[in-house]
Structure formats: C-alpha cells, structure tokens
C-alpha cells in the first residue's frame, strides 16, 4: 500500500527518501514534458489525465509532482495571471480526485476529466473577478466557451482510452519502489 512508501521521524512527520524525491520529481517532470509537448494543439492536454492517475496511485502525495510542474510552468513561461490561477485549478482537480480516488471505472473518470476540461475557463476566468470585476470575469469565460468545449471532449477522449494501460504502468511503478524502499539494494 502507499502508506509503506512513508518513512516518520521521531516527530511522527511523514518524510521523503531519496527514491521517493526522485520519483516525484520526475512524475512532476512528465507532467511538463506532457503539456509542452500537446502545447501545438489547443485545449488537448493529458495533464488533466496524469494528474487523476498520480492521484489514484499515490494519494495526497501528488501535490509532490504538482509543485513540480508548476515550478517548471512558472520558470519557463513566467509567473503570470494565468500562471496564478494554476495555483487552484489543478490543486481542483486533485482534491476532487482523492474525492474519487476508490473509482476504477475509466467511463466514470472520463466523465470528471471532461467535465473539468468544460470548467476549466471557468475556473481561469475566476480571478479576474477580482482583478476586473463580474463583466471582466464573464468576458474572459464566454470567450474562450469554444476552446472549452475543446478541452472537454479532449479529456473525455483521452481519459477513456488512456486510463487503464497510465494507471497500471503507475501502478507497477509504485510496486517496483516499495519493494526497493524494502528491501534496498535488491533489484526491484
């Protein structure tokens, strides 16, 4: 189970080892290499996709690789407005993710990735509520409906196809480092 990935100091605090750091720092890498690369087409991302399997896999922990690629985002397009609203929309969909974390059924989290994909705009145009106020906020949603209806057929599309095969790699990933994490030195 994940919790044999943890290691507790005297505090009782959950720390990370080595092979653990590693391992999210590259999930969180993946997470990157994954957007840059779908960057060319608008709306299709499978961020939305590994960040549910991550989730699934290794439970409150995901928020490792997330940092990750958020740091990465921030560095190499500038921490800007958009960049801020990635703050709360992907932490979003990771809560609501543990939320469903028991769900096996790609059906059912094709369903929740589509839906975030509708609500992404949404969620973006959240912060120029403050920024602009209600017309501003409503001005930046309907402008980018289309690119939404997109992004939501997208996910549903992805999500449905890849859930299975991400998830069971993800799976035997995380076998393969608690054995390592047990048994050290032993080939995983």
């Given at each position: 189970m994940?919790?044999?990935?943890?290691?507790?100091?005297?505090?009782?605090?959950?720390?990370?080892?080595?092979?653990?750091?590693?391992?999210?720092?590259?999930?969180?890498?993946?997470?990157?290499?994954?957007?840059?690369?779908l960057a060319f087409l608008p709306n299709i991302e499978v961020v939305s996709l590994l960040l549910i399997c991550y989730t699934i896999v290794y439970?409150?922990?995901?928020?490792?690789?997330?940092?990750?690629?958020?740091?990465?985002?921030?560095?190499?397009?500038?921490?800007?407005?958009?960049?801020?609203?990635?703050?709360?929309?992907?932490?979003?969909?990771?809560?609501?993710?543990?939320?469903?974390?028991?769900?096996?059924?790609?059906v059912g989290w094709s369903v929740l990735s589509g839906f975030f994909g509708l609500l992404?705009?949404?969620?973006?145009?959240?912060?120029?509520?403050?920024?602009?106020g209600p017309g501003a906020m409503i001005a930046t949603w309907v402008s980018g409906l289309g690119f939404d209806l997109m992004h939501c057929l997208g996910n549903f599309l992805t999500c449905l196809v890849l859930f299975h095969p991400l998830s069971k790699v993800l799976e035997q990933i995380r076998t393969s480092m608690e054995k390592a994490l047990v048994h050290p030195g032993q080939r995983a």
């Open positions: 994940v919790n044999n990935m943890k290691s507790h100091s005297k505090s009782g605090k959950t720390k990370l080892r080595i092979l653990e750091i590693i391992l999210f720092a590259m999930l969180g890498a993946i997470l990157y290499v994954a957007q840059v690369a439970g409150k922990r995901v928020f490792y690789p997330l940092l990750v690629f958020l740091a990465l985002e921030g560095i190499t397009y500038g921490f800007g407005i958009w960049w801020i609203s990635y703050l709360y929309i992907w932490p979003l969909l990771v809560l609501v993710s543990l939320l469903f974390r028991r769900m096996r059924s790609a992404f705009g949404f969620l973006y145009a959240l912060i120029f509520l403050f920024l602009g």
